[in-house]
């Protein structure tokens, strides 16, 4: 397994407040890797180290085998895109507009809007089904679609890694699944290694080639969802009891949580 | 900018403009070249930087209610000149725009201290502002009262006027509104990066605490130059971005040179008005800009949507 993305021996903090020690992480290329936990698990500083947000107070998040810290920040940003968790747009702006501003990293004082800028706007904007909103303006959005704007942003930054912090937070089922649909042909047809945090751990077994589970700041499991999601596995990182049944539609795991009877036998939370 | 050079207590028909600027011998030459030249060009460089700084504002504060005076940037540099006129008699001059520049230096690292620092959310910036502006304009108010025959020049200063214009006043302002309109309009590219919030604008390699210093100080440069000239002006750094954003959107690389332009045309524009409505004085172009900003300013608040949480 090759990685381009990891960190080893971090400690995560924000002040003194320590959230990870001694944590190691690596993100196989070209796999679609999923961070799953409780909450305060952790994950989502996992991901704000990985993406540079924070830095380690000790150990290092290597990119391509350097300190990302270390790195010209709009070398990294060629290299590396996130969507944060809530990003903010600013009131007024029109949807082709908010995703060229993905080219930022691209671009200078002497390098300024070309040509390529523009095709790659429109493919960003082709390929997360958004093309039809060129003239809206972000604010009249839906979520799902405000989100499919979002990701068309990212993508426009053109990086061959890409962090997305719970992705699916504030849609609802439909438009969680049409955010995952995508972000799984993205992964597959253009190639990119993606790195999400996701909530749900039925969607993080469908969706993920790549599956860390996390609990109190550590690893607990790492690997392909067939292989690691096991009922003693969700036992361990939630404290859930459950059944594992393969998905009906995906054959991937499923987790059906223990109803309240047979959680009581089994001297689970209740 | 011609009717501001031919309106005045002794008006100059629009025609003998040309020769009044260009012929040493015309009648109007004096009154044109030491008082109404000076001040229109001072007019020139405090809208244009009022202007700036207050698109710079709103966007490095995510604020759209962000304004020289907002953040108390303009009443710290009339509190600068305030105290220095009342304990040294610098009254006009070479030493008021330096203390000009130091009061608003103050208040801008005291308002971002007190917001929070390097953790400042723009809401907490705003809360800072606001509360150190009321209390230096109290303060200004209070130097006022002490010294009343002394400061009267000073009084008409704090409603914002351009009268007190002469060349020497242009020359000393120049350099600072130089300096900060071109520091604003290099940050127009990483602002509009910062615009998508910290994380965004980080994950796009820019960075934000560099692009935060940059614009805080052209900032600081811009009010402080131009309260130095003309006093603290209102609205017109409110205002005038407001109105541009209609024509041009939120991209500050359009925003910021439009409101360079069009808020000199605004402040000009009112200092007219003035000259006219106020004869056989003036009104004092602050008055007018207040006075033609309230409302307008309402009209934008109840037709601008409220931003989502």
Redesign the interface.
């Known amino acids: 397994m090759t990685s381009r993305l990891g960190g080893s021996g971090l400690r995560l903090a924000y002040e003194r407040r320590v959230v990870a020690d001694d944590l190691t992480v690596a993100v196989p290329d070209r796999s679609f890797t999923v961070i799953i936990g409780p909450n305060a698990c952790g994950k989502s500083t996992l991901l704000r180290a990985l993406?540079?947000?924070l830095k380690p107070a000790a150990g290092a998040v290597l990119l391509d085998g350097e300190d990302i810290h270390r790195r010209p920040?709009?070398?990294?940003?060629?290299t590396?895109?996130?969507?944060?968790q809530?990003?903010?747009?600013?009131?007024?702006?029109?949807v082709a507009?908010?995703v060229s501003?993905?080219r930022?990293?691209h671009?200078g004082?002497l390098r300024q809007w070309s040509r390529d800028d523009e095709r790659i706007v429109a493919e960003s904007m082709a390929a997360t089904g958004v093309a039809d909103l060129t003239d809206r303006l972000v604010?009249e959005l839906s979520g799902g679609q405000r989100q499919r704007v979002w990701l068309a942003m990212a993508l426009a930054?053109q990086t061959p890694l890409l962090l997305l912090d719970e992705p699916t937070t504030y849609l609802d089922i439909a438009h969680q699944i049409e955010v995952l649909d995508l972000c799984a042909r993205l992964h597959e047809e253009q190639g990119r290694t993606l790195v999400a945090v996701l909530h749900d751990l039925n969607h993080a077994a469908r969706y993920a080639t790549h599956l860390i589970a996390m609990r109190g700041g550590q690893v607990v499991a790492a690997g392909e969802p067939g292989r690691i999601v096991t009922a003693e596995l969700v036992e361990e990182v939630f404290g859930l009891p459950c059944r594992v049944i393969d998905d009906p539609e995906t054959g991937t795991p499923l987790v059906v949580p223990a109803a309240r009877t047979r959680a009581r036998q089994h001297g689970g939370r209740a | 900018m011609v009717l501001s050079i031919a309106v005045g207590a002794k008006p100059i028909p629009l025609a003998q403009v040309w020769p009044a600027l260009t012929d040493p011998t015309a009648a109007e030459y004096a009154v044109v070249h030491e008082m109404r030249l000076p001040r229109t060009l001072l007019g020139l460089l405090a809208g244009t930087a009022l202007g700036v700084a207050g698109a710079a504002m709103q966007a490095l504060t995510r604020n759209p209610l962000a304004d020289p005076g907002l953040l108390g940037i303009n009443a710290g540099a009339a509190a600068a000149i305030a105290t220095a006129a009342l304990l040294f008699g610098v009254g006009a001059g070479a030493g008021q725009i330096w203390f000009a520049l130091a009061g608003a230096a103050a208040v801008t690292v005291g308002v971002y201290a007190v917001g929070g620092g390097r953790t400042a959310t723009p809401a907490r910036l705003a809360l800072a502002g606001a509360a150190l502006n009321a209390a230096l304009y109290s303060y200004v108010s209070a130097v006022m009262l002490l010294d009343a025959a002394g400061l009267e020049r000073l009084r008409f200063w704090t409603v914002g006027s351009l009268a007190g214009a002469d060349e020497d006043t242009v020359r000393r302002v120049l350099p600072f509104v130089a300096v900060g309109l071109l520091a604003a309009l290099a940050a127009a590219r990483p602002l509009n990066a910062l615009a998508l919030g910290d994380d965004s604008a980080r994950a796009l390699g820019a960075r934000p605490a560099l692009i935060r210093a940059a614009v805080i100080v052209a900032i600081t440069l811009l009010c402080g130059a131009a309260t130095a000239a003309c006093g603290p002006l209102v609205f017109v750094g409110l205002l005038v971005p407001h109105l541009v954003r209609v024509l041009t959107g939120p991209d500050l690389r359009w925003l910021l040179p439009y409101c360079a332009l069009l808020a000199p045309v605004l402040l000009l524009g009112s200092d007219v008005l003035g000259r006219v409505l106020g004869r056989p004085g003036e009104l004092q172009v602050g008055l007018v800009t207040a006075v033609l900003g309230g409302p307008l300013f309402l009209w934008l608040v109840t037709r601008t949507r409220t931003a989502r949480p």
């Open positions: 993406s540079r947000l920040a709009r070398a990294v940003a060629r590396l895109g996130l969507l944060p809530s990003p903010t747009a600013p009131d007024g702006i029109g507009e908010l501003r993905g930022y990293p671009q004082l604010d930054q």
